[in-house]
């Protein structure tokens, strides 16, 4: 009886564990019926303007006219992008290089194949009575930063101004959103032109009663510094690139990501309700800000968006291997190998575009001029 | 009468943290209260602690002005808790299941339990931040029953791992505490192990298995909001809260309305092992 029944817990096991099938690896070749190619995409964070341009390929057709079937995955606080593309998870991924190098020196197989972000979009910001107008000005003064990888340009702006970040600044770690910075616990405040600088914009002033102005902060900007890093950028997969259906995947994903953020440089508002739509709970005007403000850092693009340009790419490794953050950490230790970005799929992708008349350089791109409502709505 | 006496002493006590909140508001600086350079009460600020009732009526705004699909942030919130609501039971579900397996297979093999336990203590001092991402990593590789797996289910399993302990050690301390002479006395009778486990140890291990539950249940909705937040699932009140934390510089007390919704949450599910309680009553110090 008692074996009957051990021999039965061994059996339900069994089934147990039989249930739990795995799923065969995606290929993302073209599949044999001729219909689309299933391909996903891991962001970085939710859904939110700055990933317009994939929500608007996905909205108007872009992905499926290039036969892909793409599906895009939502970030989260402890999802990193490049470990999700270099375990398999997604075929493609949105992320900082500083970020991407750091994991691809712990091992991470993964290549950049399209620079969508031509500019770096970090901001030290602080009220303009403060008297910060430089990075020498933080000296003394109590600077808040994120940490986890996203401080080392404010780190190398700093150094390069003859600071010592751990010794002549006093660093705190900052929050989500930028009450640190309107209350007075800190002096100057990290913030992305399209997102945090926005909230304190979209912040009631007690003093006026009526929103805070930006003649109210003082803003330094990374790129003017000389300290700016690449960010926003298509990864894929090193490994898989050796596959000639996944290199034909990967230029028709660029093109079509591409053509995604050229309609969104054309079509400001159709992108912010295609985000709105998409589930973001920011706001509709924040979300303008946000479009507006990322195709400023992508157009205009005079070499074609997102090519890699070389000067950006050897600044942004300089910067990762020299400037040491308040653990006395560089980003990486080494010089990146060449597998860490190539043009070939951008290059082939921008062909495709220039083909179909596609104006992948914007010269003519003009922002507009986006009105702010309280708590961004 | 006790249950009208309960909920009265609800409204009292809900009443009093109004009133408390309020009162910290009027009486304390605006810059919080410092001992040198350390904060020890909060900003008091509308900022930082907006009025209990700008909170309330941000309940009654729309979510995002101007969207196609208009719902309110009341509407939101009340169907991220229910989402995630459902989530946490479902953890509570798998994790009870699993612990009780686990209490069992203790209880019966010596061995077991001395193999065993230390890795189910040794389960809950992985913290959840190592968990979430590799659970999350499951996504599009294993399949249960031909159903591929789901962001949600992620979610369900880490409530789960949380879940389990308690119930597992609960229930084994449960399970082993009836008195020598009982147990004795039932093998004089020549009553088998089932026969033992029905009649004696279960209806023993139901003083003890309650307050796990109790925990589990708590456990099993912390660990849904915070799996939520960990990888980003869409739905939940979790997600809510950290969507919300976005938007707090220029509206902070939206915040607090997603925060209200997951502590409503925690009470529900603390009201359901309540229920719980009440149908086990009978076993309630039954075999002393």
């Given at each position: 009886?008692?074996?009957?029944?051990?021999?039965?817990?061994?059996?339900?096991?069994?089934?147990?564990?039989?249930?739990?099938?795995?799923?065969?690896?995606?290929?993302?070749?073209?599949?044999?019926?001729?219909?689309?190619?299933p391909?996903?995409?891991?962001?970085?964070?939710?859904?939110?303007?700055?990933?317009?341009?994939?929500?608007?390929a996905?909205?108007?057709?872009?992905?499926?006219?290039?036969?892909?079937?793409?599906?895009?995955?939502?970030?989260?606080?402890?999802?990193?992008p490049?470990?999700v593309?270099?375990q398999?998870?997604?075929?493609?991924?949105?992320?900082?290089?500083?970020?991407?190098?750091?994991?691809?020196?712990?091992?991470?197989?993964?290549?950049?194949?399209?620079?969508?972000?031509?500019?770096?979009?970090?901001?030290q910001?602080?009220f303009?009575?403060?008297?910060?107008?430089?990075?020498?000005?933080?000296?003394?003064?109590?600077?808040?930063?994120?940490?986890?990888?996203?401080?080392?340009?404010?780190?190398?702006?700093?150094?390069?101004?003859?600071?010592?970040?751990?010794?002549?600044?006093?660093?705190?770690?900052?929050?989500?959103d930028?009450?640190?910075?309107?209350?007075?616990?800190?002096?100057?405040?990290?913030?992305?032109s399209?997102?945090?600088?926005?909230?304190?914009?979209?912040?009631?002033?007690?003093?006026?009663g009526?929103?805070?102005?930006?003649?109210?902060?003082?803003?330094?900007?990374?790129?003017d510094?000389?300290?700016?890093?690449?960010?926003?950028?298509?990864?894929?997969?090193?490994?898989?690139?050796?596959?000639?259906?996944?290199q034909?995947?990967?230029?028709?994903?660029?093109?079509?990501?591409?053509?995604?953020?050229?309609?969104?440089?054309?079509?400001?508002?159709?992108?912010?309700d295609?985000?709105?739509?998409?589930?973001s709970?920011?706001?509709?005007?924040?979300?303008?800000?946000?479009?507006?403000?990322?195709?400023?850092l992508?157009w205009p693009?005079?070499?074609?968006?997102?090519?890699?340009?070389?000067?950006?790419?050897?600044?942004?490794?300089?910067?990762?291997?020299?400037?040491?953050?308040?653990?006395?950490?560089?980003?990486?230790?080494?010089?990146?190998?060449?597998?860490?970005?190539?043009?070939?799929?951008?290059?082939?992708?921008?062909e495709?575009?220039?083909?179909?008349g596609?104006?992948?350089?914007?010269?003519?791109?003009?922002?507009?001029?986006?009105?702010?409502?309280?708590?961004?709505? | 009468?006790?249950?009208l006496?309960?909920?009265?002493?609800?409204?009292?006590?809900?009443?009093?943290?109004?009133?408390?909140?309020?009162?910290?508001?009027?009486?304390?600086?605006?810059?919080?209260?410092?001992?040198?350079?350390?904060?020890?009460?909060?900003?008091?600020d509308?900022?930082?602690?907006?009025h209990?009732?700008?909170?309330?009526?941000?309940?009654?705004?729309?979510?995002?002005?101007?969207?196609?699909?208009?719902?309110?942030?009341?509407?939101?919130?009340?169907?991220?808790?229910?989402?995630?609501?459902?989530?946490a039971?479902?953890?509570?579900?798998?994790?009870?299941?699993?612990?009780a397996?686990?209490?069992?297979?203790?209880?019966?093999?010596?061995?077991?339990?001395?193999?065993?336990?230390?890795?189910?203590?040794?389960?809950?001092?992985?913290?959840?931040i190592?968990?979430?991402?590799?659970v999350?990593?499951?996504?599009?590789?294993?399949?249960?029953?031909?159903q591929?797996?789901?962001?949600?289910?992620?979610?369900?399993?880490?409530?789960?791992?949380?879940?389990?302990?308690p119930?597992?050690?609960?229930?084994?301390?449960?399970?082993?505490?009836?008195?020598?002479?009982?147990?004795?006395?039932?093998?004089?009778?020549?009553?088998g192990?089932?026969?033992?486990?029905?009649?004696?140890?279960?209806?023993?291990?139901?003083?003890?298995?309650?307050?796990?539950?109790?925990l589990?249940a708590?456990?099993?909705?912390?660990?849904?909001?915070?799996?939520?937040?960990?990888?980003?699932?869409?739905?939940?009140?979790?997600?809510?809260?950290?969507?919300?934390?976005?938007?707090?510089?220029?509206?902070?007390?939206?915040?607090?309305?997603?925060?209200?919704?997951?502590?409503?949450?925690?009470?529900?599910?603390?009201?359901?092992?309540?229920?719980?309680?009440l149908?086990?009553?009978?076993?309630?110090?039954?075999?002393?």
């Amino acid at each position: 009886m008692s074996r009957f029944r051990t021999a039965l817990a061994v059996a339900a096991s069994a089934v147990a564990l039989a249930a739990c099938s795995t799923v065969a690896e995606p290929s993302a070749g073209p599949p044999a019926d001729g219909g689309l190619t299933p391909v996903s995409l891991q962001l970085q964070w939710f859904t939110q303007g700055q990933f317009a341009g994939y929500l608007a390929a996905v909205d108007q057709g872009f992905y499926e006219a290039r036969g892909l079937d793409v599906e895009i995955l939502e970030g989260g606080v402890d999802i990193v992008p490049q470990t999700v593309l270099a375990q398999g998870q997604a075929d493609f991924a949105i992320a900082w290089v500083p970020k991407a190098l750091a994991s691809r020196e712990q091992g991470a197989g993964i290549t950049n194949v399209a620079q969508v972000f031509q500019r770096s979009g970090t901001y030290q910001v602080s009220f303009a009575d403060s008297g910060i107008a430089a990075p020498a000005d933080l000296a003394g003064r109590r600077v808040g930063n994120w940490g986890f990888g996203n401080e080392f340009e404010l780190f190398a702006g700093m150094t390069a101004a003859g600071l010592n970040p751990a010794a002549d600044v006093t660093l705190v770690q900052q929050q989500f959103d930028m009450e640190a910075l309107l209350s007075g616990e800190i002096d100057a405040a990290q913030a992305m032109s399209y997102n945090e600088y926005a909230q304190v914009l979209e912040a009631t002033n007690p003093d006026t009663g009526a929103l805070y102005q930006p003649s109210d902060f003082s803003v330094i900007n990374w790129e003017d510094q000389g300290t700016a890093m690449l960010q926003d950028a298509i990864w894929a997969n090193t490994e898989r690139l050796a596959d000639p259906a996944y290199q034909d995947t990967t230029t028709r994903f660029v093109a079509a990501s591409l053509e995604g953020w050229a309609y969104c440089r054309d079509n400001v508002e159709s992108c912010r309700d295609i985000v709105v739509a998409a589930g973001s709970t920011l706001g509709a005007s924040h979300q303008l800000w946000q479009v507006n403000e990322v195709n400023k850092l992508i157009w205009p693009a005079p070499a074609g968006a997102g090519t890699i340009d070389e000067a950006a790419w050897a600044r942004t490794v300089q910067v990762a291997r020299t400037a040491v953050n308040a653990d006395g950490q560089t980003v990486i230790t080494a010089d990146p190998d060449a597998d860490a970005y190539t043009n070939t799929y951008v290059e082939q992708a921008l062909e495709l575009l220039r083909a179909d008349g596609v104006d992948v350089e914007g010269t003519s791109f003009a922002p507009i001029e986006v009105t702010l409502n309280p708590g961004g709505s | 009468m006790a249950r009208l006496r309960t909920a009265v002493s609800a409204v009292v006590a809900f009443t009093l943290l109004v009133v408390a909140w309020e009162l910290a508001k009027a009486v304390l600086p605006e810059d919080g209260v410092r001992i040198g350079d350390t904060r020890v009460l909060p900003r008091t600020d509308d900022a930082a602690m907006p009025h209990v009732w700008t909170v309330l009526a941000r309940f009654g705004e729309p979510e995002v002005a101007g969207a196609a699909a208009q719902r309110t942030v009341g509407e939101a919130v009340a169907s991220g808790a229910l989402f995630t609501l459902g989530l946490a039971l479902g953890g509570l579900v798998i994790g009870g299941v699993l612990g009780a397996v686990l209490a069992l297979a203790m209880a019966r093999f010596g061995l077991l339990e001395r193999a065993l336990l230390p890795w189910v203590v040794l389960s809950q001092t992985v913290p959840l931040i190592a968990i979430a991402p590799l659970v999350a990593g499951w996504g599009g590789k294993i399949a249960i029953l031909g159903q591929p797996w789901q962001p949600w289910t992620s979610v369900m399993v880490i409530s789960s791992y949380l879940a389990f302990f308690p119930i597992a050690v609960g229930m084994l301390r449960g399970l082993t505490s009836p008195r020598r002479a009982d147990v004795e006395l039932f093998r004089s009778l020549a009553a088998g192990w089932w026969t033992t486990l029905l009649r004696l140890r279960l209806p023993a291990s139901v003083p003890h298995l309650l307050p796990a539950v109790r925990l589990a249940a708590a456990a099993a909705v912390v660990g849904a909001i915070v799996a939520e937040i960990s990888t980003g699932t869409r739905g939940g009140v979790g997600r809510l809260i950290i969507e919300y934390a976005q938007s707090a510089t220029g509206d902070p007390s939206r915040m607090y309305t997603a925060i209200l919704g997951a502590a409503v949450l925690g009470l529900v599910a603390a009201a359901a092992v309540g229920l719980l309680d009440l149908a086990l009553r009978r076993y309630r110090g039954s075999v002393a």
